[in-house]
């Protein structure tokens, strides 16, 4: 076994309902989860620094938004 690797025991099935979708489907699917990863990593991040501003948690935010796409 790859040491590092995940079992994705559910990806043929994923992959097989993404491909049942329209375009549209899936392009509603993709805002959904990116909404729902910005706010899990803001909701986080409050939780991380209960007593930073909300300024100071965007700018956060945002430095982790770039450390992602390095």
């Given at each position: 076994?790859?040491?590092?690797?995940k079992?994705?025991?559910?990806?043929a099935?994923?992959?097989?309902?993404?491909?049942?979708?329209?375009?549209?489907?899936?392009?509603?699917?993709?805002?959904?989860?990116?909404?729902?990863?910005?706010?899990?990593?803001?909701?986080?991040?409050?939780?991380r620094?209960?007593?930073?501003?909300?300024?100071?948690?965007?700018?956060?935010?945002?430095?982790?938004?770039?450390?992602?796409?390095?």
């Open positions: 076994m790859l040491t590092g690797v079992a994705q025991p559910n990806r099935r994923y992959i097989e309902v993404l491909r049942r979708m329209t375009p549209e489907q899936r392009l509603a699917k993709a805002i959904e989860l990116s909404e729902m990863t910005r706010v899990a990593v803001l909701t986080g991040l409050r939780r620094f209960p007593d930073a501003t909300e300024a100071e948690i965007h700018a956060r935010y945002l430095e982790r938004l770039g450390q992602c796409h390095r």
